[in-house]
Every structure is written in structure tokens, then in C-alpha cells.
């Protein structure tokens, strides 16, 4: 059964820092590709950021030079730094894995994060 659980989500203040992770089991992280993604109320889930299974990254243009996304394919878990955080950045953040051949998409279930003035 695979499970992608994430954590680290909660309440920050705008220009702080957070640290999500996405530990994954049931899947070798190492044959996907993941990424971290975004829904807040009202508004459509959004891609935040990216990274293949050879490690390149792709980010929202929202989040570009304040997030980075990792991964860790020895502890089978994904990162992602925020820092200087916006109030624009609360949301649900969901992790994803990818893969080709053959075909899987798998979701986490979302962790909260609310950034405060």
C-alpha cells in the first residue's frame, strides 16, 4: 500500500520560515518524479514545485528564490524550504509522486499551512 504522509505544515508569521516533508512508503522514491503542490480556499490546486528523479527542479513563479524542493532518496522523503513566507502562501500543501512506466500518481493528504500578518 503506498502512503505519502506529510508533515511540518502549521501557523507562521509572514516572513518566516517552514519546513515541509513527505515521507513516502510503499513506492522506491527513487523511480519517481515529485513535487509539492498547493490549494487554497476557493482556488484551483497549483503546482509549487518540482524536482525529476535525476534531481532537476521546476517552481511556480510565485515561489521562485523563497522555496526549495528536495529529496532524500536514502530516507525515501521530499523536502520543501519556504522561507519569507506571504500571507498568498497559505493553502493546503499536498505531496506527489510520479511515475512513467508504469503509470502512477499518488497524493498525500495535505498538511495546513497559514501565514499570518
Known amino acids: 500500500q503506498v502512503q505519502l504522509v506529510e508533515s511540518g505544515g502549521g501557523l507562521e508569521q509572514a516572513g518566516g520560515s517552514l519546513r515541509l516533508s513527505c515521507a513516502a512508503s510503499g513506492i522506491i522514491l527513487s523511480f519517481h518524479d515529485m513535487a509539492w503542490y498547493r490549494q487554497a480556499p476557493g482556488k484551483q490546486r497549483e503546482l509549487v514545485a518540482a524536482?525529476?528523479?535525476?534531481?532537476?527542479?521546476n517552481y511556480a513563479d510565485s515561489v521562485k528564490g523563497r522555496f526549495t524542493i528536495s529529496r532524500d532518496n536514502a530516507k525515501n522523503t521530499v523536502y520543501l524550504q519556504m522561507n519569507s513566507l506571504k500571507l498568498e502562501d497559505t493553502a493546503v500543501y499536498y505531496c506527489n509522486a510520479q511515475r512513467r512506466l508504469p503509470m502512477r500518481n499518488y497524493w498525500g493528504q495535505g498538511t495546513q499551512v497559514t501565514v499570518s500578518s
Open positions: 524536482i525529476t528523479n535525476g534531481g532537476n527542479t
